[in-house]
């Protein structure tokens, strides 16, 4: 089956809450691009992800808000016995928007309790302590433009 634009919202949103990782691009003070994989939720029409409160990422963060951030899922590899016809059967969501540093405590306490509860998968836990929220750099992604599409069977 050919590619196709997924125009479904839905079916985006399955897909955000389906994968487990995201790639987050930012662009460097030379203008260059940054690329780096982080665990991420999607809830109320935004992204969430959690790190550090120094580094690459926040510092480009802090440059420049506008960034990218791509899903996928790899549903199997298609192989065949000429390479023209090899390919790959995926879910994939690419969405640009503005990122901010979230720095009310309670907010941030709020989206590590929803990340957590996403990759906890149903395991009871503590919710984060003052301290821990205070050490920790919590972003949100406001969606500017979302785009989904797939190569499926």
Same mark, same amino acid.
């Given at each position: 089956?050919?590619? =196709?634009?997924? @125009?479904?919202?839905?079916?985006?949103?399955?897909?955000? *809450?389906?994968?487990?990782? #995201?790639?987050?691009?930012?662009?460097?003070?030379?203008?260059?691009?940054? %690329?780096?994989?982080?665990?991420?939720?999607?809830?109320?029409? *935004?992204?969430?992800?959690?790190?550090?409160?120094?580094?690459? =990422?926040?510092?480009?963060?802090?440059?420049?808000?506008? %960034?990218?951030?791509?899903?996928?899922? %790899?549903?199997?590899?298609?192989?065949?016995?000429?390479?023209?016809?090899?390919?790959? /059967?995926?879910?994939?969501?690419?969405?640009?928007?503005?990122? /901010?540093?979230?720095?009310?405590?309670?907010? *941030? /306490? =709020?989206?590590?309790?929803?990340?957590?509860? *996403?990759?906890?998968?149903?395991?009871?836990?503590?919710?984060?302590?003052? #301290?821990? %929220?205070? &050490?920790? &750099?919590?972003?949100?992604?406001?969606?500017?433009?979302?785009?989904?599409? =797939?190569?499926? @069977?």
């Amino acid at each position: 089956m050919p590619k =196709k634009w997924i @125009d479904d919202r839905n079916e985006i949103d399955s897909i955000l *809450k389906r994968c487990e990782v #995201g790639s987050l691009a930012t662009v460097n003070p030379d203008c260059t691009p940054y %690329v780096v994989t982080v665990n991420y939720v999607y809830s109320s029409g *935004k992204i969430y992800f959690h790190g550090a409160l120094k580094g690459k =990422k926040m510092d480009n963060i802090g440059y420049r808000s506008g %960034v990218c951030f791509e899903v996928h899922e %790899v549903d199997r590899i298609v192989r065949s016995e000429r390479a023209i016809d090899f390919g790959t /059967r995926y879910h994939s969501v690419i969405i640009n928007g503005n990122a /901010r540093e979230i720095t009310d405590p309670e907010a *941030k /306490r =709020k989206a590590l309790i929803i990340l957590t509860e *996403k990759y906890a998968d149903g395991q009871p836990f503590e919710p984060p302590s003052d #301290g821990e %929220v205070n &050490a920790t &750099a919590v972003v949100e992604i406001e969606i500017l433009e979302i785009t989904g599409k =797939k190569n499926t @069977d």
